[in-house]
């Protein structure tokens, strides 16, 4: 558990930069990631290890909670962008790869409840046309930012 509020303390940090705190598309989630890679050696020492030796899987767990398309329309215990499942695929790792992944994954929903909760609501509260598709329409603008 030290781990993941560790992993979040620097995710938030990372986002408070203004240059940075926008919307979180994958470009985002993938600059977030390769960002808390820099700064790993400044995690307890086995959460760096185990980043710094598997820095693709950690990369792929950042993106890996948004491929699963119909996410909301699930009961409860077949969602799978939710904390709990980040938690329980810490547990049930069986090696440092499969760490690296589930503490992607763990970064990737830290990221996202700042980008849902706080950054997304203001920019759309900027612009009164239909909210549909507007958590799309920024994630996508704030990607093209990072392209």
């Given amino acids: 558990m030290m781990i993941v509020a560790v992993v979040l303390i620097l995710v938030l940090i990372e986002l408070t930069i203004p240059s940075v705190s926008y919307a979180w ?4 989630h993938v600059y977030i990631g390769t960002s808390a890679l820099k700064f790993a050696k400044d995690l307890i020492p ?8 598997n820095p693709l899987h950690y990369l792929y767990g950042c993106l890996s909670a948004d491929i699963f398309f119909g996410k909301t329309g699930k009961s409860t215990k077949q969602k799978c962008h939710t904390w709990v499942i980040g938690q329980r ?4 790792s069986k090696d440092d790869k499969g760490r690296a ?3 992607g994954f763990l970064s990737h929903l ?4 700042v980008a849902h909760n706080i950054c997304l609501p203001y920019f759309m509260s900027l612009d009164s046309k239909s909210k549909k ?9 704030f990607d093209r930012v990072l392209a």
């Fill in 25 to 28: 598309g994958p470009g985002m």
């Fill in 133 to 141: 598709w507007q958590h799309c329409f920024w994630e996508w603008q």
């Fill in 89 to 92: 695929l810490l547990e049930i």
């Fill in 101 to 103: 992944y589930a503490y």
């Fill in 46 to 53: 086995a959460a760096a290890v185990v980043l710094e030796n």
């Fill in 110 to 113: 830290a990221a996202d409840t």
